[in-house]
């Protein structure tokens, strides 16, 4: 199953920079040549590392990889056809294949380019050639070209994650006490703040300065009449009905995943939340999935996951160290999980996966709860086509449903389903930036065991 460009059996177009003026169009004409213009400044000042690590190797891998990079920008920029991968890395041949059914489809190679295919799909690819630049120039090819961002985002958030821990604290120490309207209470709250932990990626910033520097608690209250879709309640619901008293631990651990988005203050948030979920017994085993390269800038890879971890630990304050002794045991403990696979730093729409990635999709099955994170997630989830805003989530996920699952986003590219008739009319009179600000967000439930939603 591929993108299409047509409106193929009542599934409409995938969005596309050949919509000249569409947010596609600004983001492929202006934000992806500044992502790459930092890219090569990053290496660029990394020059002297390079040096130090490896000698006159490392200065002429820093130049070609700079080469290619800066060849790739002008493609870019002057809507050149979409080429092959060159490197030989897990995932190449997948890439060539989707290049090649693409091809098919748009008629001829010349009309697979920048410009003129789906959005989604090029920007993947734009990332994946990041990958392939350094991959052909070892020895910095395991270079992580975002990393300096997301540690720094980290950083600059540090006051958010401290208040949060404190909550945390107050929470788990209390947890034998809370009544059932208690304990849902603090898991929406987490929930939300994991919600907008989603506003601080740097993609959407081309890289600037995205942090949480006030206490996330505090600002729920405001933030909630910017929720467009609030299903939280079937989430809840979802978690108690899972709940199996049982003879084996096996057969009753009721097991969440979380497919990861950014690194920095949102994967903090992430993992306050899998705390709060184990704590409370709402479940016995969380699943994080992550990305395999680095990818969208901020999204986290398993140096990001792991250095995170050690970083909570190491902080000069009491409840955050204490959470992330916590977190290492709860992963030394087979409590949490860490995984990557390579579909996840793919473009296929999630529909696809079945198919494309039968192993992962078997995986996810094995969830009770799936919790997608971020813009990206749920472009994908929709297939990043130019649905209506009344059409149903489960219209638009098309067959995908390995579990029960929730998309936590704040709406970062034009794509919204699942809203009241006039809704999405309405905020685009009032605010015509609502679907790209980051300002609002949805919690998007869909499970095939509940009723239709359309
Ligand atoms: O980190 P997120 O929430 O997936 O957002 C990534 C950003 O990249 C994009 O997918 C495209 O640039 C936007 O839609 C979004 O702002
Ligand atoms: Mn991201």
Redesign the pocket.
Known sequence: MMATDQTVHGVPPSLSAKVVGSFAYL?VRD?LPTILTKVIDTIHRNKNKFFEEYGEEGIQAEKQTIALLSKMRNELQTDKPVLALTDTLQDTEYWNQYLQKQQKLQGNEESVSWFKSPWLYV?CYMYRRVQEALWLNPPISDYDVFNEGKTQSFFESQQAMMALCTYLEGVNKNMEDLSKNQLLEHFNKLLQVSLWG?KC?L??SAGQDNSQKTSPIDSLNSLQPFILVNDSNMVWSTLISAQRPGQSEKTTAVRVDIVL??AGFELFTDLVLADFLVSSGLAHEVHFHGKSIPW?V??VTANDFQWTIQQTMAANHKWMSKNGVQWKSHLKEGVWFYHDHRFWTQPHEFCDMATDAPDLYATLQGADLLLF?????Y?KLTGDRDWDYTVGFNTALRGFGPAPLCSL??L??NVQVGLQPGQGEKLGSQDPDWM?S?KYAVIQFYSSKSEQKD
């Open positions: 983001t934000r920007e989603n990626d993609s959407i988005d950014n969208f901020s999204d994170k971020g813009d990206l997630n472009r986003r704040t970062k590219a790209t980051g």
